[in-house]
């Protein structure tokens, strides 16, 4: 952990036109994340990421609902690449996008 600037996991998904798009989740190393990587606990690690979505700690869900929020993907999509542990979330979110209201976080800048 001590020369890690910036972790990048991406994947290729296929968007609703049928094109493929990238889905990706970035984690900027700073001094609280390099803490929790040396002692190994993913865990922490994701809560910290899900707790501090303004801080450049885009998760998969967040990018999952950027993009459904961008017209790019579905809803079933969302469901099929989302973490399954967070359904609940993924379905408020998904919700709040069908009502009109973005979540602060999709409109931060990649």
Same mark, same amino acid.
């Given at each position: 952990?001590?020369?890690?600037?910036?972790?990048?996991?991406? #994947?290729?998904?296929?968007?609703? @036109?049928?094109? +493929? !798009?990238? &889905? /990706?989740?970035?984690?900027?190393?700073? =001094?609280?994340?390099?803490?929790?990587?040396?002692?190994?606990?993913?865990?922490?690690?994701?809560?910290?990421?899900?707790?501090?979505?303004? #801080?450049?700690?885009?998760?998969? @869900?967040?990018? +999952? !609902?950027? &993009? /459904?929020?961008?017209?790019?993907?579905? =809803?079933?999509?969302?469901?099929?690449?989302?973490?399954?542990?967070?359904?609940?979330?993924?379905?408020?979110?998904?919700?709040?996008?069908?009502?009109?209201?973005?979540?602060?976080?999709?409109?931060?800048?990649?």
């Amino acid at each position: 952990s001590g020369v890690l600037k910036c972790v990048v996991f991406q #994947q290729l998904i296929k968007g609703v @036109d049928g094109n +493929l !798009i990238p &889905l /990706f989740e970035i984690l900027d190393v700073t =001094e609280p994340v390099r803490a929790l990587i040396q002692d190994a606990n993913m865990k922490a690690l994701r809560n910290f990421m899900d707790q501090n979505p303004k #801080q450049r700690y885009t998760t998969l @869900d967040c990018m +999952l !609902i950027r &993009l /459904f929020a961008e017209g790019k993907i579905d =809803e079933a999509t969302v469901y099929n690449y989302g973490n399954s542990n967070k359904k609940e979330w993924l379905d408020t979110q998904i919700g709040m996008v069908k009502r009109g209201i973005i979540p602060d976080y999709v409109k931060i800048p990649l």
